[in-house]
């Protein structure tokens, strides 16, 4: 057997290279980003809700790769699943059998998931999506699906088609038959219901872009009008899914929810292996398959490989074993309300809202006349510019990584592993509230730092 490829030996002749390979052979933009406010840094490894670099440094990480990272980098449990479906050397993939692993994640997943019946296996969130439009159409005969505004479904055609922001949309036209409404206007769905060609609803529970959570009684009240008028709701949970909120799926919290279709992905994959998965109810699955010549009419080539279906059988142990959703709930709680708390102390925090593990931190026009300049003066570079310059001290002085919450945006969304404990909500509070107090001393560095990223947001109109 050849042993010629040593991956460890290539990482440390070429590792240094990272930003360099990035500009020159991958998205240009990313490194020139990372670069201009500060974030390019070398992280040598990773484990749980920590990052380490060459020195030994530790950084708290308040993103988990976007949600994918739910039981935090590197699990024991889910990296000995990985291990193991190696060392079996499985026959996957045939294509023609019924290997056993997607089953039993299936029939594990849907103990999780009252009221729904089957699943289909993809490798992605935004395939998740893609799989459940499709359903959605065929199971009713129709061709529009409605979304919500500022919604994110994902990026491929038909998941764009959902997607509420319009600079992920403009220049990809044309999309498939959509409908914006409100999140919360039942008038507004009511309205596009009684026009008979609407397939379903897709809905975030709580939304990424802004961290908005669906108005109390919204989801059910919305439910029932869609099969009022014969069509679905799709539930998108690949973000709020499996414990994130505080509860299995975020819309578990309003009593009488029982999507028809959704769909979850990101923290099943236990960080290592791409999963994602489409639950429904079983009428729509057995007309989508109505017979054997249709036993292929969707279907995905790496869909319920060995070692994804591996990682997920091990994520959902976990989560079982170590009673991840009740610890989320509990952190979760506490992180809100010390967050909470600083409001009435700084005049630049408006509010904080989220559920479990998913916090918005949104920031306003403060009512000094000295903070109010500074805050005019960039709104009118660029919307979102304060949320940045709290984000990047975070980092730099406090080495703990956050994102804003969208384009334009002066919100932070926090979504940390949820493995992360009471310790790292303190380290989070205590360096959020001396970056508040920098930013209120009406000085310093935080400031001269804005004074950059103006010049820049100005520079690329």
Known sequence: MSTEFDLGALLAERGAERYELHARHLNPQLPRMLHTIGFDKVYERAEGAHFFDADGNDYLDMLAGF??????????VVRKALHD?????????????????????????LTHSPHLDRVFFGNSGTEAVETALKFARYATGRPRVLYCDHAFHGLTTGSLSVNGESGFRDGFAPLLPDTAVPLG?????????????????????????GVHEAPPGYLRAAQDLLHKH????????????????????????????????????????????????TLGKDWI??????????????????????QAMACGLAVLSVMENEQIVAGVRRTGELLKSRLTGLIDTYELLADVRGRGLMIGI??????S???RGRWTMLQAARKGLFAQMVVVPLLQKHRILTQVSGDHLEVIKLI??????EADVERFVEAFTAVMDDAHSGGGLMWDFGKTLIKQAVANR
């Open 369 to 371: 006349l000295k903070l």
């Open 230 to 277: 014969k069509a679905l709701l799709i539930a998108d949970e690949v973000q709020t899914g499996l414990g994130r909120t505080g509860d299995f799926y975020a819309y578990q919290h309003e009593d009488g929810v029982e999507p028809d279709l959704v769909c979850v992905a990101k923290a099943l994959s236990g960080g290592y292996v791409p999963v994602g998965a």
């Open 67 to 76: 949600g994918v990272m739910g039981l935090g980098r590197h699990h024991p």
């Open 285 to 306: 699955f057995k007309k989508v398959y109505s017979s054997m010549d249709r036993v292929l009419v969707h279907s995905a080539s790496f869909g319920a490989n060995a």
């Open 185 to 209: 206007d039942l008038d507004a769905l009511a309205r596009e219901l009684r026009k008979g060609d609407v397939a379903a609803l897709i809905v975030e529970p709580i939304q990424g872009k």
């Open 85 to 109: 479906v190696l060392d079996l050397d499985l026959a996957d993939l045939t294509r023609f059998d019924c290997q056993p692993l997607p089953g039993l994640l299936a029939e594990r997943l």
């Open 362 to 367: 949104e920031f306003g026009k403060p009512s």
């Open 416 to 421: 940390p592993p949820l493995v992360a404990d």
